[in-house]
């Protein structure tokens, strides 16, 4: 007899029915094929090529540089790692925000070329029309709300968001808006926890935070933070498991060391 060792893949659907069962979701950033292998075998349900990738991997201020082609090209490794996790893809600037025609055709490349299995995308009402022609054309769409990087030369600052009455109102109807278009989730993103607990209760699509507290019905956080990849980034809502900033460092420089001594490589290290 044959032992199935098929692997259930998380759906959006997966994701939703968290919600209900009080199951918290648990999501992290990948954007190449060996960390996306070890988040997926370690059971994240999701794992979100964030634009992100324009920061950790390439090294840029800002998310605004990375491109759609380099999008889909971190989303194709990323997918080729994921045998259990829904990956979900940012939409980068600029892809999305001027035209819903635009919008579709940006996330429709995304899913062909990279075999990913939703989008993300910054924003509520402003960008209404291109969600709707996204989730009518059949691609789930997971929001993103409060501190939206792509806007960060609006902001003027990475601060916390809608900690005034207005903006955690327009955050509440934007919230509401996304679940009424379709969206499966909602990322929330550096706002006080208890607009994130409110926004949770009152809306039935997931809520996801960062820098968002424990009110939200799962977390997500740059893998390379979690990781302690950046001694210099340290904002408080990043807990780090691991200090592999210095791990590495120690790593690296016992190993010029050893090639300097001739002490590597040894014996059993040659043919
Ligand atoms: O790009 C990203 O990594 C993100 C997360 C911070 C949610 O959007």
Redesign the pocket.
Known sequence: MSVNKEIKRITTETVRNMKFTGEKISML?AYDFTIASLVDAAGTEVI?V???AANVMAGHET?LPITLDQMIYHAQCVVRGAKRALVVV?LPFGTYQSDPQKALESSVRIMKESGAHAI?LEGGKEIEESIRRIVNAGIPVMG?LGLT?QSIYQFGSYKVRAKEDAEAEKLINDAKLLEELGCFSL?M?KIPADLAAKVTASIHIPTIG?GAGSGCDGQ?L?VHDMLGLNNEFKPKFVRKYLNLEDQIHEAIGQYVADVKSADFPNANEQY
């Open positions: 950033t979100l964030g634009d992100s998310t940012d993300k993103h990087p990322v993103e960062i997500v740059v």
